[in-house]
């Protein structure tokens, strides 16, 4: 059926009559032509039709219809790579359309679980009528085109989709497809979605492509289309570690006026591109097209986070397809930039950013296909190192030939980029370059590939480094690889090898292996051989070696198939063989098993042999060892029982000669050894032993014993039995404490599992010269194994015991450097228990020190003492030693109940528990509790003691809690109490000391915040500090600021006083009357210190204290700087109140152990500005009026030299001025409690003209105006005061005077009795009145005062003068000659005393 | 008269024994280091000059708890004593104005030795 047979239309009839007929008749035939036409049949026969005009087949079993169109059951649509077939689908055409207007308008398609079936592979091999007429291709809508027009207005098609490779589905989906509205007049539009599952991951629904978009289809004039456009998004999904963006594309076909244009554009987000333009030149015959992909960093990026190299690319591809010759041009460029390449693997990180081109071109001509260009090129940035891939000829990619295909060459290629994997093994490969090149080439059976060097491989001069090789000669290397890879095999030759040292080393190799790689046989060939004389030894040695080393081999499964094998080491090639390993014959050898084919005898297959193989060699290879000597001679053999059991015999013991083993510069051992290892192989188990060790040093010292081990492989069980006897010399710094010792170490061990062990027997006795030290034994089996986490643990059902014998502690120096102890350890039982990773050890019986001395940082804390102590201590071991011997431990070492007793009396209690963690390579304290209490008067007792600086009596209790790593405080307090001042005399007042700080154990220092209290009346001195403690050196380092409320100086200098006597030799105790004051009499001389007075102090304080008192004096608000260094001590810039004046000075101390004369020598100045001289009088003598009242300023200078603190005070030099003004001076009256003295001064009327004018006097003296008053003096190194000038000027009176203040020692400065020779003068009313008494010379002296005729002396005490002598003066005046003051006033008084009788008396009435 | 004499020698000797000893109560942590375990614990101390007595309660997971006697010199006090029927305890530290704080050792019959250490606070 064709469409010509389809009625053309009629014309109209002209007549009525026949009109009517022809009308009738029309309709009666219209009606039953559409009744035909929408018959089923003729629906079906017009779909078929109209299929059949498009190319396509269609068969379908059944058509009805419907109210809606015609449902067709079982259609099958067949094209060429596509098959359709739906059940049902409703096809509603309009029949009238196609008859009248030759139109096939689809009203409706409804298809439901449409199965659409697509295969490739069949559109390219359909007998299209193009091909099939050989017709070039003319276009995409050519192949659309419908011989009459059409539409479509509504499409609903839902169902699934497939495409077919090779039988098998590749991709599975499902579709919907909505639309319609398309005609000639209009394009249509629809809407798709699509989603199909990826052909690279599992079915599942999040493993789909996605689709989702939009289709416009227009038609052309010839019933064509003339354009389609798709345009959509699609989603992706995640690929392992590649995640694609979402993506969108556009895809448009459009009739052009001479063909067709072709637009393709997929946008991966912002990061990806890839364009297509395509033209069809119609006439031309030819299609062009340009492709275009970008892609940026950040795609990469993107696709793998963290785990790709940066890259990004671009490039470009040209087609040109003749379509009526079917010739094809394609050309394709590109550029990629690479970088991070860290991100791969952390050890490609040298690879700098490589940048790589690609250029190639394909051809067709004449239907073949030839691949005419290819050029690869990578190269490194700023780097010479270059990859390039060419192309050796054009070839025929359908039919490559075996002539060579192209080339590779690699062009100084660093060879540093290869030292990221050798750093972790501390090695390293100096600057060098490598070049190779390869011709890639089919074998002729075009089966596998193979790459023969164009050239060889050169590395020239390349040296290796590492922390823990020798210096190694630069060497040239050069081989040439071959490799050959086909699908069942691989095979790598290396022939020409050859690695030359400068130095004459040569090795030549050629070694062949290969992999057969279905079976995964392996075989391999190979020699070595050469000389390194050199390389092994050194240049330093005379040993070079000469090698020759030859193996064939074949391992199929678990055969190994050894028909060669041969290595033989020699002085020179002509020299007998040092080390020779020869197979004698062919062997196979189950390595599984280890055991040979049967024979009817035993047979021997290799052989090892020694003879003066030197070994002086390795410790080139090994720092931090040494080896020295041979090994002279040894023979053992690889052999098999008749029944193909494998063993290892020596038969002549391997015999190390003048052998010498060291370690870290020491020798351990330099003698002669033998061993005897051997190995045999039973049915199910091995025994391995070394038989006959013995090595005996040349200071006679030796091991000996053997070791046995058997072990059933089908149990997977053994036993083993080690015996190993060892005479040893002295362990280091032991020698005079152990001499030579004695070990013996007895074990019998099986296992429960392959994780789990009994040790049944175990014994391990350590001798010394004279008594055992150290026996460790268990009475009962212990399991020792793994945990099921791969733990190293054991369990103890009865605790091991642990005997020490008798041990010297002074043993233990070289391990405690700031430790020293002394005394002898007696000999102490433990027991030792496990359990899983806890480990304890607890004391059978306290441990006992005998003579126990101890000195810590260079002091003596303990001498000549029995000190005893229970020890224990609790660990938690974790140990896992595979894949990787990891080690680390947590636990406590316990002293408790420590106790030093003195004559049966406590003199020391003491407890301690260090805790501690550790790897295998080091151990850390982590935590500290200590508390000790000290009996000082029990500790005098020990004679030994005398002069260590501990007191004679009293107790110090201290205790030091915290964590040593610094993670939280450490706590230290202590109480000093019932200490005895230096002279014996007294008990000084408690002191608390206290701090608290952290530990920094990368520098081992403690910083704390310190606080000292000192219990003195009636208010406690109080110090606070920050200082950090070098724990060290011992010494306490600060830079704070030293802040006190109350700081009583004397109490201090008198503990520093306390604390330097008791190291001084003893000195007979001297009389103190004041708790306060200086010792009475200078101390005897001390003797030259090696430190200085500050001792472990170093730093500065900067000064704030509140009240610094040194009974009587204080002063207050005390600022400064304290600097204190290694010989000198400065105070700088001190001020402060002292008696309402402003006080201020600066002093140092310098330190010189040399100076006989004393080691410390201070100077000083110090300065009071305007102090109340009447404050400072009543503070000395409160019941009293001052003397003097006046402001007055002090200036002093003081130096000093001697050796302790005390002597330098008492020692100390002093000039001093003091000057003052405006003041008053009261001169005491003596007697002055008498009535007389009252009298006098009240000018009794009834007294004479001469007591009346020493009234006036008096009353003078008693308040007398002082313009200026200036005191000069020096004290000198006696402790006496020379007043070298003593003036005092009134306005009636001048004093001039000199003389001294003798030293009284414990008193202090004012109470100290005064003698002064004093020369007074007076003008005025004193004048006359003195004048009056004949005292004065008549002639005044040119200042206009009268001196007196005689000058009188002032003594009493410096604070409170007696002034009698004077008055003596004055009442001889007036008593004549004979008088005296004292007499005088008893004259006055018996006056006095009449008068007031008489006034007693009644007076008579009047 | 002779039972008012008694009871007034009974109170002078109450107050004088009353005004001559002290009781302070601690509360802190005790730390067993064997076993790695800490707990509250709580001692009431009583100090008469150098004798001091004292009431031990230890929590929850460590135990121990009951009365311990010793003596205090300058600081050091030292108390042991059998709780909770077999439990010896041996307390010794330095004790100040804020606390007291040392080591301890703790026996069982047919068991080890554990060890550990305290730090109790004076409460105010």
Known sequence: ?1406 | MMPLRLLVLCSALVSLAASASRTQVLTGTVTNTTVDQAAPARLALTLSGETATAQLTTELPLTGSGQLAGHFRHGWLELSGKVDGKLALHFRGALNARDYRGTYVATLPDKSTQYGKFHLTLER
């Open chain 1, 1 to 1406: 059926m064709s469409a010509d047979a389809i009625p053309p239309p009629t014309s109209r009839p002209r007549r009525s009559r026949w009109a009517w007929i022809f009308l009738g008749s029309f309709l009666l035939g219209g009606c039953a032509a559409l009744a035909l036409l929408f018959a089923p049949p003729i629906q079906a026969w017009l779909i078929r039709r109209a299929a059949h005009e498009a190319g396509v087949e269609v068969v379908f079993t059944d058509a009805s219809v419907m109210p809606t169109g015609i449902k067709i059951t079982g259609l099958d649509l067949k094209m060429p790579g596509l098959k359709a077939r739906s059940e049902p689908i409703v096809v509603q055409i309009a029949p009238g359309r196609l008859f009248n207007k030759r139109e096939l308008k689809i009203e409706r398609v409804q298809a439901r679980k449409l199965r659409v079936t697509l295969t490739p592979a069949e559109f390219a091999a359909s007998p299209s009528p193009a091909t099939a007429a050989r017709q070039p291709f003319a276009g995409l809508f050519a192949l659309l085109q419908l011989p009459l027009a059409w539409a479509l207005d509504d499409a609903q098609l839902d169902g699934e989709i497939a495409v077919i490779d090779g039988g098998q589905p590749l991709v599975v989906g499902t579709f919907t497809l909505q639309g319609g509205g398309l005609s000639a007049e209009r394009a249509g539009e629809f809407t798709y979605e699509l989603a199909v599952n990826s052909s690279v991951l599992p079915l599942g629904a999040e493993n789909k492509i996605r689709s989702r978009g939009r289709v416009r289809l227009a038609q052309g004039s010839q019933h064509d289309l003339a354009a389609v456009t798709i345009e959509g998004d699609l989603e992706f999904p995640r690929y392992g570690r590649l995640a694609l963006p979402p993506a969108r594309f556009h895809l448009s076909a459009t009739a052009a006026p001479q063909g067709e244009t072709y637009r393709a554009r997929l946008d991966l987000g912002p990061d990806a591109t890839f364009e297509l333009d395509g033209f069809l030149d119609k006439p031309a015959g030819k299609l062009t097209a340009r492709a275009n992909v970008r892609a940026n960093q950040a795609l990469v990026a993107s696709l793998a986070a963290g785990k790709l190299p940066t890259a990004a690319l671009d490039g470009r591809a040209d087609l040109t397809l003749d379509l009526a010759r079917n010739d094809l041009d394609i050309s394709l460029s590109g550029n990629l930039s690479a970088s991070n390449f860290s991100a791969l693997a952390a050890e490609l990180s040298d690879i700098p950013l490589v940048k790589g081109t690609l250029a190639a071109a394909l051809t067709r001509r004449g239907g073949k296909l030839s691949l005419t260009r290819v050029d690869a090129d990578l190269h490194a940035e700023n780097s010479p190192a270059r990859i390039r891939i060419a192309l050796t000829q054009p070839v025929d990619p359908a039919a490559l030939p075996a002539t060579p295909l192209a080339t590779v060459a690699l062009e100084r290629i660093p060879l540093a980029w290869a030292n990221p994997w050798l750093f972790p093994h501390g090695l390293a490969l100096e600057p060098a370059e490598l070049a190779a090149g390869w011709q890639l080439q089919l074998s002729p059976g075009r089966d596998a590939l193979t790459l023969e060097p164009t050239r060889p491989v050169e590395i020239p001069a390349v040296r290796l480094k590492g922390a823990r090789l020798p210096a190694l000669p630069p060497i040239d290397i050069t081989f040439r690889p071959h490799a050959t890879l086909s699908t069942r095999r691989a095979a790598l030759q290396l022939e020409n090898f050859a690695a030359t040292t400068p130095k004459g080393d040569r090795l030549s190799s050629r070694i062949t292996a290969s992999c057969d790689l279905e079976s995964g046989r392996i075989e391999t060939t190979g020699r070595i051989s050469g000389t390194a004389p050199t390389l092994l030894a050194g240049p330093d040695q005379a040993a070079p070696f000469t090698l020759t080393t030859r193996w064939d081999a074949t391992l199929a499964g678990t055969t190994l198939n050894l028909k060669a094998l041969e290595l033989v080491a020699r002085l020179r090639r002509d020299a007998p063989p040092w080390i020779s390993v020869q197979l004698l014959r062919p062997l196979e050898l189950d390595v599984a098993k280890l055991t040979t084919p049967k024979t009817a005898v035993t047979t021997d297959w290799a052989r090892l042999q020694f003879s003066g193989f030197p070994l002086g060699w390795v410790s080139r290879w090994l720092p931090g060892y040494d080896f020295a000597g041979t090994v002279a001679a040894g023979e053992s053999w690889v052999r098999s029982t008749a029944e193909g059991k494998l063993a290892f015999e020596t038969t002549t013991p391997w015999r190390l000669a003048d052998a010498t083993l060291g370690l870290g510069g020491r020798t351990f051992f330099a003698g002669e050894a033998t061993i005897a290892p051997g190995l045999a192989v039973h049915a199910d188990r091995y025994t391995a032993d070394i038989q006959e060790i013995s090595a005996r040093h040349r200071d006679g010292s030796r091991i000996y014993g053997s070791i046995t081990a058997g072990v059933r492989l089908g149990e997977r069980k053994a036993a083993t039995a080690v015996e190993l006897f060892c005479e040893l010399p002295a362990l280091p710094h032991s020698e005079a404490t152990f001499g030579p010792l004695y070990a013996a170490l007895r074990a019998k061990s099986h296992n429960e599992s392959t994780t789990h062990a009994v040790v049944d027997q175990f014994s391990l006795r350590v001798l010394g010269r004279d008594r055992e030290l150290l026996l460790l034994e268990a009475s009962a089996p212990f399991d020792a194994g793994l945990s099921t986490s791969g733990l190293l643990v054991a369990r103890t059902g009865a605790p091991l015991k642990l005997t020490t014998g008798e041990i010297p502690l002074a043993w233990l120096r070289p391990w405690l450097p700031a430790f020293e102890a002394d005394g002898m350890l007696q000999p102490a039982e433990f027991h030792l228990t496990a359990d899983h990773a806890r480990i304890q050890l607890r004391p059978i019986k306290p441990v006992h020190v005998r003579q126990f001395s101890a000195r810590f940082a260079n002091r003596d804390i303990a001498r000549d003492m029995d000190f005893r102590f229970d020890l224990g201590a609790d660990a938690t071991v974790i140990c896992t030693p595979t894949p990787v011997f990891d080690l680390g431990y947590t636990g406590a070492v316990h002293l408790t109940h420590g106790a030093i007793d003195v004559a049966g009396q406590r003199a020391i209690d003491l407890d301690l528990s260090v805790s501690f963690l550790g790897d295998e390579t080091r151990i850390y304290p982590s935590g500290l509790d200590y508390t000790t209490r000290a009996d000082f008067a029990q500790l005098s007792r020990v004679p030994a003691l005398a002069g260590t600086g501990l007191p004679a009596r009293g107790t110090f209790v201290a205790r030091a809690n915290g964590d040593l790593l610094g993670k939280s405080p450490v706590e230290f307090w202590s109480r000093l109490h019932g200490i005895p001042s230096g002279d014996g005399q007294r008990t000084l007042p408690p002191l608390e000391l206290s701090a608290q700080g952290r530990f920094e154990p990368e520098t081992n220092y403690l910083g704390a915040a310190i606080r000292l209290q000192l219990e003195t009346q009636p208010r406690v001195t109080d110090a606070f500090f920050g200082a950090r403690m070098n724990l060290g050196a011992g010494r306490l380092e600060i830079a704070s600021r030293f802040r006190s409320q109350f700081f009583d100086a004397a109490e201090a200098f008198a503990f520093v006083d306390a604390i330097q006597k008791s190291r001084a030799p003893s000195s007979p105790p001297t009389r103190s009357p004041s708790p306060n004051a200086l010792p009475s009499t200078p101390s005897a001389p001390s003797a030259p210190a090696l430190e200085p007075l500050w001792s472990q102090l170093r730093g500065h304080f900067d000064l704030d204290l509140g009240t610094v008192r040194f009974a009587p004096y204080q002063i207050d608000n005390v600022r400064g700087r304290l600097d204190l260094r290694d010989r000198d001590l400065v105070l700088s810039n001190l001020n402060g109140e002292m008696f309402s004046g402003r006080w201020r000075g600066a002093a140092r101390v310098d330190f010189d152990p040399q100076n006989p004369a004393g080691d410390h020598a201070i100077a000083g100045e110090f300065h009071i500005e305007q102090f109340d001289s009447a404050r400072i009088l009543q503070t000395i003598f409160p019941t009293e009026l001052a003397s003097v009242d006046a402001r007055i300023d002090v200036h002093a200078h003081v130096r000093s030299r001697g050796h302790a603190i005390l002597e330098l005070a008492e020692r100390a030099e002093a000039d001093f001025t003091m000057e003052g003004r405006e003041g008053i001076v009261r001169l005491r009256v003596p007697k002055q409690d008498l009535a007389a003295s009252a009298a006098i001064f009240a000018g009794t009327v009834g007294f004479s003209s001469e007591l009346q004018a020493l009234g006036r006097l008096l009353r003078k003296f008693a308040e007398m105006p002082v313009h200026q008053l200036r005191i000069a003096g020096e004290r000198q190194k006696d402790g006496d005061v020379v007043l070298t000038e003593f003036r005092l000027d009134s306005p009636q009176a001048r004093l001039l005077a000199q003389g001294e203040i003798a030293h009284v020692g414990g008193t202090d400065l004012l109470n100290r009795p005064l003698a002064l020779s004093v020369d007074l003068a007076a003008k005025d009313e004193m004048a006359d009145i003195l004048g009056g008494m004949s005292l004065l010379e008549r002639k005044p002296r040119a200042d206009g005062y009268r001196p007196m005729k005689e000058k009188f002396e002032l003594r009493g005490k410096a604070g409170a003068p007696d002034t009698r002598p004077l008055y003596d003066l004055l009442a001889k005046a007036v008593l004549g000659s004979k008088g005296t003051w004292g007499f005088l006033m008893r004259k006055l008084q018996d006056q006095v005393n009449k008068s007031k009788t008489a006034a007693a008396k009644p007076t008579p009435a009047p």
